[in-house]
C-alpha cells in the first residue's frame, strides 16, 4: 500500500497542487519498476516548500548550507509481525525547480516528475554515492521518464 498527502507551505504551490496530484498518481502506476514492495506500507508526505525552509533542513540534516531542489527521508518501521512501513517526508523547493527548468529551458512540470521519481528511487534503496550506483539509479530514471514521454534530463548541458 502507497498512501501520500500532499502539504503547500508556501503560497507559489498552492495552484500546483492538482497537477502535482495528477504526476504522483501517474508516476506511481509505474511502482513495481521503483522497486515498491508490496509487503510494505508506505506513508509519504509530500512537502511543497521554499528555499529558506529547504536550506534550513538542508544545513541541518545533510551539512549543507545550501537551498535544494529536492530532500527526501525515510524511515523505516519493523513490527514483530513481519509488518514494514516506510514513512518519508518529501520536500521540493519552489524557487530551486522553477530556476533550474528555466535555466534549462525545460518544463516545470517535467523536471518535477523527474524529482519526484528520483525521490521514489531513494524511497527503495536507490542511492548514488558511488559511480555505479549513480549509472544504476540514472538509468532507472532516465527509463521510467521515457515511459512518461520526458526527455532525458541528463541531456541537458
Known sequence: M????????????????NKISKIIKKVLTYKNEMKFVSK??????????????????????KNKNKATDVLTFVSEINYK?????????????????????KKNNINFYDHFTHLIIHSF??????VHKKIKDYLIMKKKEIFLLKKLNINNPYLIK
Do not use: Q
Open 81 to 101: 509481525n513481519n509488518l514494514i512501513e516506510k514513512h518519508c517526508d518529501i520536500y521540493f523547493s519552489i524557487e530551486t525547480i522553477k530556476l533550474y527548468a
Open 2 to 17: 502507497i498512501k501520500y498527502t500532499i502539504h503547500s507551505k508556501c503560497k507559489h504551490w498552492p495552484r500546483r497542487v
Open 40 to 61: 510494505i506500507d508506505y506513508y509519504c508526505n509530500i512537502i511543497l516548500t521554499n528555499d529558506k525552509s529547504i536550506k534550513g533542513l538542508n544545513k541541518r540534516y
Open 121 to 126: 528511487l531513494h524511497i527503495n534503496n536507490f
